[in-house]
């Protein structure tokens, strides 16, 4: 393993033999601007006491000028990763100074440099997690070795830099002659020194560096406390000078108010960090970070164009979620990566939770049932899956956790955990928690220990079923009733209506560990909802709660009572397992799905039938059936995108090649019908016409319909064709060979933006000619000059479904290239080829080649390794589900 890729146990040993107080990192940002700077002066002074005269810092960058102990220059020795120190003095406070440079990045990763193709100005910003920040600084880069920080930066004299901290001081600076100042360029602009206030104790990962040009809105949340004391916190939105037209800041400020009201109450601790300020960044990794005082974004969250109120509940959970982090994760941290879940898990929770308590997005939770819980479901069954306390070596198994699992599943489980001992509860012991840990760190044992003291039950056994194994549940409901071809011995078979009485039934829980084999039955507290179908809706006529324990438990209150047309198991989401249907169900529910007047119930029934088909059990054209037949009256904008992404994906890896084509065509049309006859400016309109546009890259007989939306010749009433639905037009066109090159850069010249250029060069690569494929494959695989947005881009355009003949070439020289391209590439850049460029539209051939290449390269990093498992699973599961047959329900 390479010194980069920090171990557990090294980071153990370091633990042991070092403490670390604070942190003085100087920046020196004045040659941002110059694209031939590709480097940073940066220099670290760290105050430690070593209980061991050996060790390490880390550091990631092209050269280490120099390092001082105690004043005392000493040789450096330094091998790209580490900065290993020798002879220290043990037991007594020392001061290492390292004078090094650090690389501009263009891969999300670090220091990101972002050049503004409207205006030219330079912007920067940092991320780190999960350890990243020795990519800018030299630092002991593992999160239980908390320290102050202080960041002076010197930056051009128009920016605005951002930290995890208020600048105490911002004051002109001009060069001084034998001073590192000088490393500015002659003509440089003039320039300032920002210097922030000393944070409190941080991980590393946590701290940041936000600068540029940047347009802020600023504003206030105050708050009265029960001591008399009053909390004033200073607010800010920000993001590119050309977006600020787009930047709703009152809407976003209202947020985060309403957020900071519910946690201040719930979680009895005061706001930490002093500000809070939230920035959209460019060419941003991720959704968005935590860092304290400095949260940022990415800038899909700022909507250039037509946005339902679907992107605006996630916006939303999203600014809640990264500010549960301001105290799950940042006041309290986890000691290593395995204790990952400790705050993710918690975040996208309270993400829902704070929606739905605080803000008017009070059907938060359906959209979690909807989609995270969509993304914990097949991670969960994915050859790799791993409880949601995770067992993680290295830097390289953390990167790869940040997965469904430890956001979704966790905070499905703690949704579980919030019904086993009650709200209130709950909260109470997360106020003990960060009382009693606060600025610390933790392991599972701390937070047990404080929701076992709040709440009087003894954990452990839930924790060691929901916590500490892996895989999904399945529920299963079993129904004997009377009329259904059981014997009668005396009792009642029928309603008074005639309909069948219930005789017994039973529920099911199966579950098995992947990785020990060994059955899982865990602890559910759940809900079963009696549907019945009266005056064409399906209306719940009764819900029962209870606990699942055991494999199978008889609901006796269910006994005599009429056997509902639909009958659901796990109503109201209370716990995280699959749902199968019961056949009488199933056929209800692709009958009459859209009569279910509420959108939580709806949803959950959508994600039975997708699990079904997923699993190959429900057929791939029964679940596109079923969503062009009932998404008229799915008034949840969130559920009808999610249903109608997994209708394009079904057709596209689940339907069996021969039916492809009349699949892609059956959806294009029913998505047309759709969007003609959705009421004018709707969120269903403008989803249907995201549909339309997804749907066209692959069916041909749909581009006169989509070049007539384009050039006005067919006309939609209410649709705004933005830049956003234009590219999504256009990338269709290109994709079926129906787009010229002059006319896709006669669009790029209508709006020359960041979004609207990775926009044309998806449509570019995208279209079906084989030398276009080869560029791309070259700038993909054998140059390393694309960004993150680019690389992301040109993977879209290289891997449209109707090219699979076009990029057969390159199925081998992919296999060839995984381990070059994962020595060479940061693990970000390295891990979007891999996946992106998996050859599984090549069928079942690509499955032995896979097979073939883990066997032969067992020694491989275990995280390449991790994706290559991933993608054979997908494959595996995709030509498993084409040969389905038709199912009862559906003949």
């Known amino acids: 393993m390479s010194t980069a890729n920090l171990s557990r146990a090294d980071a153990r040993a370091r633990s042991a033999a070092l403490t670390v107080a604070d942190y003085v990192v100087r920046l020196d940002l004045r040659g941002a601007p110059d694209p031939d700077r590709a480097t940073f002066p940066t220099t670290t002074t760290v105050r430690l006491v070593a209980r061991e005269p050996e060790t390490f810092l880390d550091f990631l960058?092209?050269?280490?000028?120099?390092?001082?102990?105690?004043?005392?220059?000493?040789?450096?020795?330094?091998?790209?990763?580490?900065?290993?120190?020798?002879?220290?003095?043990?037991?007594?406070?020392?001061?290492?100074?390292?004078?090094?440079?650090?690389?501009?990045?263009?891969?999300g990763e670090g220091l990101h440099r972002f050049v503004d193709p409207v205006d030219g100005e330079t912007y920067l910003y940092t991320q780190y997690e999960p350890a990243d920040a020795r990519r800018v600084f030299a630092n002991a880069e593992q999160p239980d070795l908390k320290a102050r920080f202080t960041f002076e930066v010197l930056a051009p004299a128009p920016w605005h830099v951002l930290s995890n901290s208020a600048p105490e001081r911002v004051e002109d600076v001009a060069p001084e002659p034998g001073s590192p100042d000088d490393a500015a360029p002659d003509d440089a602009v003039p320039a300032r020194r920002w210097t922030f206030a000393p944070t409190p104790p941080l991980s590393t990962y946590l701290t940041a560096v936000v600068a540029g040009p940047y347009h802020r809105v600023e504003g206030t949340w105050s708050v009265d406390r029960a001591d008399g004391t009053r909390l004033e916190v200073p607010l800010s939105v920000a993001c590119r000078r050309s977006l600020a037209e787009h930047l709703d800041a009152e809407e976003i400020l209202a947020i985060t108010r309403q957020g900071l009201t519910f946690f201040d109450a719930a979680f009895g601790f005061p706001y930490p960090w002093g500000t809070y300020e939230q920035v959209f960044v460019p060419e941003y990794n991720l959704g968005a970070m935590e860092n304290p005082g400095a949260v940022t974004f990415t800038e899909a969250y700022v909507f250039r164009s037509a946005a339902t109120d679907a992107q605006y509940q996630a916006r939303a959970n999203t600014i809640l979620h990264e500010m549960a982090h301001m105290w799950f994760g940042d006041l309290v941290t986890m000691r290593w990566w395995d204790d990952l879940w400790l705050k993710e898990s918690f975040a996208d929770y309270m993400g829902a939770h704070a929606s739905v308590a605080a803000t008017r997005f009070t059907d938060a939770w359906t959209a979690f049932a909807s989609r995270r819980k969509a993304w914990a479901y097949r991670q969960d069954q994915l050859p790799t899956t791993h409880p949601v306390v995770a067992d993680i070596p290295d830097l390289e198994a953390a990167k790869q956790n940040f997965d469904g699992i430890t956001y979704a599943k966790g905070a499905s489980v703690l949704k579980q955990l919030v019904a086993y001992v009650g709200e209130d509860a709950f909260f109470a012991g997360a106020r003990a928690y960060f009382r009693a840990h606060a600025y610390g760190n933790t392991t599972l044992p701390d937070l047990l220990g404080a929701l076992e003291g709040a709440s009087g039950r003894d954990l452990g056994a839930w924790s060691r079923a929901w916590l500490e194994t892996a895989g999904t549940s399945t529920l299963t409901a079993d129904v004997e009733a009377g009329g259904e071809g059981s014997a009668d011995d005396g009792a009642r078979v029928s309603a008074d209506d005639g309909a069948p009485v219930i005789r017994r039934l039973r529920l099911h829980q199966a579950g098995t560990d992947p990785a020990t084999g060994a059955e899982v039955l865990r602890p559910h507290r759940l809900a079963v909802g009696f549907y019945d179908l009266e005056g064409g809706q399906l209306r719940r006529s009764r819900r029962i709660e209870l606990d699942l324990t055991e494999g199978t438990t008889t609901v006796e209150e269910a006994e005599g009572l009429r056997r509902p047309d639909l009958l659901l198991v796990n109503d109201d989401d209370l716990t995280y397992a699959k749902v199968?249907?019961?056949?009488?169900?199933?056929?209800?529910?692709?009958?009459?799905?859209?009569?279910?007047?509420?959108?939580?119930?709806?949803?959950?029934?959508?994600?039975?039938?997708?699990?079904?088909?997923?699993?190959?059990?429900?057929?791939?054209?029964?679940?596109?059936?079923?969503?062009?037949?009932?998404?008229?009256?799915?008034?949840?904008?969130?559920?009808?995108?999610?249903?109608?992404?997994h209708a394009r994906f079904a057709v596209e890896h689940y339907l069996p090649p021969a039916a492809r084509d009349e699949g892609r065509r059956t959806l294009f049309e029913g998505a047309w019908q759709h969007l003609e006859r959705a009421a004018p400016g709707s969120d269903a309109q403008l989803v249907w016409a995201r549909v339309v546009a997804a749907a066209a890259a692959s069916c041909p007989g749909a581009a006169p319909r989509v070049r007539g939306l384009l050039d006005g010749g067919v006309v939609v009433a209410g649709l705004p064709l933005d830049p956003d639905l234009r590219w999504a037009l256009w990338q269709a066109l290109a994709a079926v060979g129906d787009a010229q090159v002059g006319e896709l850069d006669a669009e790029l010249a209508r709006e020359r933006t960041a979004a609207t250029r990775t926009s044309h060069l998806a449509a570019l690569v995208g279209r079906p000619d084989a030398e276009v494929k080869a560029e791309a494959w070259r700038s993909l695989v054998e140059q390393d000059?694309?960004?993150?947005?680019?690389?992301?881009?040109?993977?879209?355009?290289?891997?449209?479904?109707?090219?699979?003949?076009?990029?057969?070439?390159?199925?081998?020289?992919?296999?060839?290239?995984?381990?070059?391209?994962?020595?060479?590439?940061?693990?970000?850049?390295?891990?979007?080829?891999?996946?992106?460029?998996?050859?599984?539209?090549?069928?079942?051939?690509?499955?032995?080649?896979?097979?073939?290449?883990?066997?032969a390269n067992d020694d491989a990093p275990a995280a390449l390794r991790r994706i290559l498992l991933e993608e054979e699973d997908d494959l595996r599961r995709a030509l498993a589900a084409q040969t389905s047959g038709t199912s009862e329900a559906g003949r």
Do not use: C, K, M
Not at 82 to 98: A, D, K, Q, Y
Not at 598 to 620: F, H, K, Y
């Open 580 to 645: 199968r249907l019961d056949p009488t169900s199933l056929r209800t529910a692709l009958a009459h799905l859209g009569a279910l007047p509420e959108a939580l119930p709806r949803a959950l029934v959508w994600s039975a039938l997708w699990n079904a088909t997923r699993d190959g059990i429900l057929p791939a054209g029964d679940y596109l059936a079923a969503v062009l037949a009932h998404a008229a009256r799915e008034d949840h904008v969130g559920t009808l995108r999610d249903i109608t992404a």
């Open 61 to 107: 960058g092209p050269v280490v000028h120099g390092v001082t102990v105690d004043g005392r220059e000493v040789p450096v020795d330094f091998d790209g990763a580490r900065i290993r120190l020798h002879g220290l003095p043990t037991g007594v406070e020392t001061t290492v100074t390292v004078r090094a440079e650090g690389a501009y990045s263009r891969s």
């Open 785 to 855: 000059a694309l960004s993150n947005d680019e690389v992301d881009a040109t993977i879209e355009g290289f891997t449209q479904p109707l090219h699979a003949s076009l990029v057969a070439p390159w199925t081998e020289p992919y296999f060839t290239s995984l381990r070059r391209l994962w020595e060479e590439r940061s693990i970000e850049i390295a891990a979007r080829l891999v996946r992106g460029l998996y050859p599984g539209q090549q069928g079942a051939a690509v499955l032995a080649r896979t097979r073939a290449w883990l066997e």
